[in-house]
């Protein structure tokens, strides 16, 4: 255990754990080690602060104390090493530096000796203490059964996904420099959220509840993907394009300049890291859902019991998550002995699946909140609830059950409907057709040139010309709020249909199995397009009272699939 006291008070009990099966000795009762604490530069070299001489308790334990240790914001981060008498390593680890007064704590196993051997090289060969690097190389790091080979490998893809991959795409698409090392110290301290001091502390949990090390293990590697999102809240930068960096990252690995790196790892090393980037970038989409929805409903003034109920549903959802996290957790810590089978793989996507399947069906809309919504727009309409479709409210879903709208859509019509009913409207210029075409798989949509055909098969059966294009709901006799509404709903659905292209068989530049590079790229064309919709957004919520940006994208997100990917 290591505490930073006011007085910047180093204390480590060190202790070895079982975090795989088979013995792993403590330190030797009676024996002398000298320990070493050093300060990680800037430039990624080491500076000794100090070293002490201590003896191992009975239970194998040390326990030591340095005075002025470095803080942050000046250093990221400090190294511990231990040495036995003849000047051997015998552990080694790394702990954040924590701000003055602060105080972090750490944990030494044989999975930190080998993620500190990884560190260093990284920092080495990048030449740079970066907190990103070394945060992804903690995800790459799962086992401590990496030979220096291994630990080279790695090293070698931080610095061609991470440093060339993910951060030049992030400055490539507006992320200044300044905002960019503003996120970078957020990963290593962050007042306001997680950060890889909590990584750290996960290990001293490990070491100090040995029977629960897998399980803490298995929370400190998920733990990572938390550290982005809250950096990424901290400093402002878009969960959405820090995915398509993180994509871009993946990119150079499979087929760019990481590509030798990752190759000359066994199999077995690099099926384990395929899933634990798998597992990592899921969860990220995951929360940036969550906090999306969570922050479009409370734009466009969702009820209470809406709030709670979707909430609710996301706190069932990452629970599963966390408990998926844990229970395929040996497959990443010790792949030799627990090898990733198709199988496996299989079962692993399968559950994760599932616990999507189930979210969407806690987050279906009550009887009553479907009447009510009814009734809203009734009101707002100056017509009885008897003269409104009977699907409004209401589809078929991809079983074919015809089912309530999910509570998002419910939370966006009712705000629209009250809106018109307080005199404003909702106003919505369409996309450019021509900038932003229908896919060739969306064929359907478009119009018959007999106007007694609203399909194209029936259409062109009878002898008419389908034309594919946009629906112009004002001519369908939606009023203007509604039409809008629809309009942003259709052009939503576009994009996001633009991007499932790729996974069309159909489809020439891919043939429905695109490259990692034309997956990134359709994932930067969405998020683009996403933010022209939103531009394209106006009204009043009164007749005097614009919309507001946070219910322009509130609108927008409302409209997405709640699709983690």
Not at 60 to 75: D, E, L, Q, R, W
Request: proline share 5%; glycine share 8%.
């Amino acid at each position: 255990m290591c505490r930073f006291t006011r007085l910047y008070l180093i204390v480590l009990f060190l202790m070895m754990v079982l975090v795989l099966p088979g013995n792993v000795s403590a330190l030797t009762a009676g024996a002398d080690y000298t320990v070493t604490l050093e300060k990680m530069n800037s430039d990624g070299t080491l500076t000794e602060v100090g070293s002490t001489t201590v003896t191992a308790d009975a239970n194998g334990k040390i326990t030591f104390s340095f005075t002025g240790v470095p803080t942050n914001p000046t250093t990221h981060f400090l190294v511990i090493t231990v040495k036995d008498a003849a000047g051997n390593t015998v552990r080694r680890s790394f702990v954040p530096a924590p701000p003055e007064g602060g105080t972090n704590e750490l944990g030494v196993n044989n999975l930190s000796d080998k993620q500190t051997e990884m560190i260093l090289e990284a920092a080495s060969l990048v030449g740079s203490d970066d907190p990103i690097i070394i945060a992804y190389g903690l995800i790459f790091t799962r086992t401590p059964n990496l030979t220096s080979s291994d630990l080279t490998n790695i090293a070698g893809l931080g610095k061609e996904c991470i440093i060339n991959g993910l951060e030049k795409f992030l400055t490539d698409h507006g992320v200044t420099e300044a905002k960019l090392t503003e996120f970078k110290n957020a990963v290593a301290y962050n007042p306001d959220g997680k950060d890889l001091g909590d990584f750290t502390a996960l290990f001293k949990s490990a070491v100090d509840n040995p029977a629960q090390a897998e399980e803490d293990m298995s929370k400190a590697a998920g733990l990572i993907a938390d550290i982005f999102i809250d950096a990424a809240a901290k400093t402002g930068i878009d969960l959405a394009l820090f995915l398509a960096a993180d994509n871009e990252a993946g990119n150079i690995a499979d087929s760019g300049a990481g590509a030798q790196y990752f190759n000359a790892l066994s199999p077995q090393l690099q099926t384990s890291i395929s899933q634990s980037m798998m597992v990592y970038s899921t969860r990220i989409s995951f929360v940036r859902m969550a906090k999306e929805y969570a922050e479009a409903m409370e734009a466009l003034n969702a009820t209470g019991d809406q709030v709670d109920t979707f909430n609710n549903a996301m706190s069932t959802l990452f629970t599963t998550l966390s408990n998926l996290d844990q229970q395929y957790a040996k497959y990443f810590i010790d792949p030799e002995n627990n090898q990733l089978t198709q199988q496996v793989q299989n079962q692993m996507n399968n559950d994760y699946q599932q616990a999507f399947t189930t979210f969407m069906t806690a987050i279906t809309s009550s009887d009553a909140d479907i009447a009510q919504m009814r009734n809203n727009v009734a009101t707002a309409l100056g017509i009885s609830v008897n003269q409104l479709p009977q699907d409004v409210g209401q589809y078929y879903d991809y079983q074919g059950n015809l089912s309530n709208w999910p509570i998002p859509m419910v939370v966006v019509t009712n705000w629209v409907a009250s809106i018109m009913t307080a005199g404003g409207e909702l106003t919505y210029t369409r996309l450019d057709p021509n900038t932003y075409p229908i896919p060739p798989y969306m064929e359907w949509l478009g119009v018959c040139s007999d106007t007694n055909y609203g399909d194209k098969q029936s259409c062109e059966t009878n002898g008419g010309t389908w034309t594919v294009q946009r629906s112009d709901f004002t001519q369908m006799g939606f009023p203007a709020s509604f039409a809008a509404l629809m309009g942003i709903q259709e052009d939503v659905n576009i994009a996001e249909m633009t991007r499932n292209y790729l996974y069309d068989q159909s489809n020439p530049q891919t043939g429905g199995q695109p490259t990692p590079e034309q997956e990134s790229q359709a994932s930067f064309v969405l998020f683009n397009t996403l933010g022209a919709i939103v531009n394209n957004i106006g009204g009043t919520t009164d007749g005097n009272t614009a919309i507001t940006d946070l219910q322009k994208k509130a609108l927008v997100r409302m409209m997405l699939p709640p699709n983690p990917h």
